[in-house]
């Protein structure tokens, strides 16, 4: 189990680009579902 016992420094970052394509989503209706996220993507 990963959970809580897994010091912070060695979590993947991946929390952070979920949040901000789910901002983007609620923001525009548009989901971006690779990364990097750009404006081509999103205006597309």
């Keep these: 189990m990963v ?3 897994m010091p ?4 993947p970052p991946f929390g ?4 901000i394509a789910n ?5 525009t209706g548009k989901r971006v579902r690779s990364l990097p ?6 205006l597309d």
Excluded at 23 to 27: D, E, G, K, M, R
Excluded at 37 to 42: E, G
Aim: hydrophobic residues 50%; proline residues 0%.
């Design 8 to 11: 912070r420094s060695l979590k």
């Design 37 to 42: 996220i750009t404006i081509d993507k999103i």
């Design 23 to 27: 901002a983007i989503y609620h923001a």
């Design 16 to 19: 952070t680009a979920t949040a």
């Design 3 to 5: 959970g809580l016992w």
